[in-house]
């Protein structure tokens, strides 16, 4: 099946499945004003709260799979490099990163939002499969692009061919391996470029984002 085709089946999927789910919260709804205290209420509550939170994952993973349109505009990628910083603060733990920043007064033409996004998987990712050792993460300027880089310590070695060209590639409970593949579209998209590769001499995966220097 060709990643179109599965792209515009999940996309009906989900939003079927959805409708269904909005009708059941209205029946909860009923439910809650027929019983509104004590445990069948708390019941009740709980039932609303789980049909929500699935009807919104399930939304999440049908945006995935919708084209990104970044809106893009004029950024000091200094900037850029200061909302990387605020990332760590929306995971939970929040991972251990130690920073470097050599640009000047460079811009770049990228939707930050979206940017902001890929910075916060990229980590997210390099927590949940890392050493546990501090990550690095390093800005600069290379060949009129504006680098962005993430050095993750690994125990052994690591096959970077592929990453990210494809959905599904890495499955867990409750991770799909979207987010990498979700990353790779983004910069794809406002005219950036990722670069994986995996430094034996330092065991280390790292990752390069870069844009052109506007």
């Known amino acids: 099946m060709s990643l179109p085709l599965l792209a515009k089946f999940i996309r009906q999927h989900t939003h079927d499945v959805c409708n269904d789910l909005n009708g059941l919260d209205l029946e909860a709804s009923l439910l809650a004003e027929l019983a509104p205290g004590g445990e069948a209420g708390e019941s009740v509550a709980r039932i609303h709260g789980q049909i929500r939170r699935l009807a919104a994952d399930l939304r999440g993973l049908s945006a995935k799979f919708v ?51 890929v910075f916060r998987e990229l980590l997210a990712n390099a927590q949940a499969f890392g050493t546990g050792a501090p990550l690095l993460a390093a800005s600069r300027v290379e060949d009129g692009k504006v680098a962005f ?22 499955m867990r409970h409750g991770h799909y391996g979207l987010g990498l593949w979700e990353a790779q579209r983004t910069i794809t998209a406002s005219g950036g470029e990722v670069r994986r590769h995996f430094a034996k001499d330092t065991m280390e995966l790292i990752t390069t984002l870069l844009f052109p220097v506007a």
Do not use: H, M
Request: net charge negative; no cysteine; charged share 25%.
């Open 149 to 170: 880089e993430l050095r993750e310590p690994k125990d052994a070695p690591v096959e970077t061919a592929g990453w990210g060209n494809a959905p599904f590639a890495a």
């Open 67 to 117: 084209e990104p349109k970044p809106v893009r505009a004029l950024y000091a990628a200094r900037e850029l490099f200061l909302i990387w910083q605020n990332q760590p603060a929306a995971l939970d733990p929040a991972p251990l990163v130690q920073w470097s920043d050599a640009l000047g007064a460079e811009q770049v033409d990228v939707d930050a939002a979206a940017l902001a996004d």
